[in-house]
């Protein structure tokens, strides 16, 4: 019986992750961008103050506030989607990576120091930051650890 009880419980808790509700990003999609408009996006905005990515290298600065440096894109075992990439543009905060999340990117309270560019940013420039930052990422299989038994 407990195992009914149980099986029934998780069963419940994945279909709730199947949610079709009106937050729901199901069916949402942008067009293809242009991952040379998208690196002169990535430039243009400043996001190298903080960032390097690709062949676009981090500014340096003397000064306190550039102390942040988070490298983008590189070899990763799970791919960045597209719908993780936009919703790191555009609400940082929502979640931060657990090396980052205690970090020089955060207030105190768990805020990204990132800056919001919602306001500046068209949406065009967003296809495209989004296009160059994809194309930056190489999904690296995962290798199991080989197992030596004597």
């Given at each position: 019986?407990?195992?009914?009880?149980?099986?029934?419980?998780?069963?419940?808790?994945?279909?709730?992750?199947?949610d079709d509700?009106p937050?729901?990003g199901?069916?949402f999609?942008?067009?293809d961008?242009?991952?040379d408009?998208?690196?002169?996006?990535?430039?243009?905005?400043?996001?190298?103050?903080?960032?390097?990515?690709?062949?676009?290298?981090?500014?340096?600065?003397?000064?306190a506030?550039?102390?942040?440096?988070?490298?983008?894109?590189?070899k990763?075992?799970?791919?960045?989607?597209?719908?993780?990439?936009?919703?790191?543009?555009?609400?940082?905060?929502?979640?931060?990576a657990g090396?980052?999340?205690d970090?020089?990117?955060s207030?105190p309270?768990?805020?990204?120091?990132?800056?919001?560019?919602?306001?500046?940013?068209?949406v065009?420039q967003?296809?495209?930051?989004?296009?160059?930052?994809?194309?930056?990422?190489?999904?690296?299989p995962?290798?199991?650890?080989?197992?030596?038994?004597?």
């Open positions: 019986m407990k195992r009914v009880t149980i099986f029934s419980v998780l069963f419940v808790i994945i279909l709730s992750g199947c509700g937050k729901s199901r069916g999609t942008l067009p961008g242009d991952m408009r998208g690196r002169a996006v990535f430039v243009e905005l400043g996001c190298n103050a903080c960032h390097s990515v690709g062949n676009v290298k981090q500014l340096t600065t003397d000064l506030e550039n102390s942040i440096s988070v490298k983008l894109g590189g990763v075992t799970l791919i960045k989607t597209y719908g993780q990439l936009v919703t790191s543009i555009v609400n940082p905060s929502h979640r931060l090396r980052y999340s970090g020089p990117v207030t309270d768990g805020k990204s120091l990132m800056r919001n560019y919602n306001d500046v940013m068209t065009n967003l296809i495209d930051l989004v296009a160059f930052l994809q194309a930056n990422y190489e999904l690296q995962y290798q199991r650890p080989s197992v030596y038994l004597n």
